[in-house]
């Protein structure tokens, strides 16, 4: 089993340009390497990271302290990482040190073991097979995502999901979209412009201009799809004078709750994330009522409000905040904490989609995450960007291997 030999941190630049950091290690001659994301709108809860030279430092802290040691398990590694870092929030090493030692490490093991990353990680939930996500996939950009020179819209994405829950068929299909959608924005001068994850930026203050634009690519569009939105209401919401707010527009909880219930029933959404700011939560509640009079099959899925952590999923379950999650390893700083949270979320009956950050490098571990555990959806921006696109292949490339598979049986 994996002994750590060695460890190199390296400084990169994310799809941002920003600075983050990739961790190779070796165990003899087999190496595992991870690089970490960054978000823009961020949970408080959410694990905490440190600047990228004192990240490095710690990996030199980590290597000292594992020196000699075997690791049998990822919850060996974690729990290690857990106790040498000794806080909730993994502010001393870093989430961004200890993401990229147990994602690299993962990889170290898989290789070890024979086994492909997907199984390894779908051994370590609970889950009782693997299957492909839906890909939710953000083409019209907008809130913080988007250089505020342009006006963007308010909310932070629009999001196409096709039908199929082949990979290949869905990206397929959003590329389609994508090509008929520039048809819908040309004539409006727009569609030459692009927001941090790849897609669209679309100016204006409507929230509902993006869905509007999207429904009607959807009539001309050869392919079903869905739509979803992700607001990222906690960027919008000023505690202040206690109302939600975008350049000069402004809506009270129940306003804004009554776009989403207009919108949720005009173009048949699929799913709400981060409808209300993360600590309004009696807001969220009266969403989740709403739904229960309706009997909507709406997902509201919690991402600042539940920052992949189980103590939060249970508390906004408790509760009834909620029916779903967005899972992202780097806002809890371990894979076996992530893959924890996702199995409780699970166990409430709740929808788990794994997803990226908006600040992206080329590491694909987020697609065999969201195979292994059987999630949902994959939310990884649009596939105009590299760093995107490269999770979505990632998936396309374990169905193929599936198939080939099931040739040589
Ligand atoms: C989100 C994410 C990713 P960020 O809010 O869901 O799309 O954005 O990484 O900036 O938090
Ligand atoms: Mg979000």
Redesign the pocket.
Known sequence: MPKISAAKGIIINDSRGEKTIEVALLSGDIEGKASI??????GKMEAKTVPVERALENLDRFMRAASGRTFDSMREIDNFLIELDGTEDKRNLGANLTLAVSIAFSRLLSKEKGIPLHELLRNESAVAAPSFPRLFI?IINGG??VNASLNPLPF??QLIIPKTSSPEGALKSAFSFIESLKGVLSPRGEGDRFG??GGFVVSGLNPELGLELLDETRRIHDGEVDFGI?A?SSSLWNGKDKVYEWRESRWNGDELLEVYKWISERYNLLSI??PFDEEREEEWRKLMRWLGEKNSGLWVIG??LTVTSAKKIREMAKVGAANGV?I?PNQRGTVSETIAAADLARQFGWKVIV?????ETDDDFIADLAYGIGADGL?A?SPLQQERLVKYKRLIQIEKSLKNESKLE
Do not use: C, T, Y
């Open positions: 994301p960054s978000g823009k709108s961020r953000n913080l995502h932070q994405e941090d994850e992700d990222a994330e981060d991402d600042d967005i992202k997803s990226h950050r908006s600040g939310k921006g």
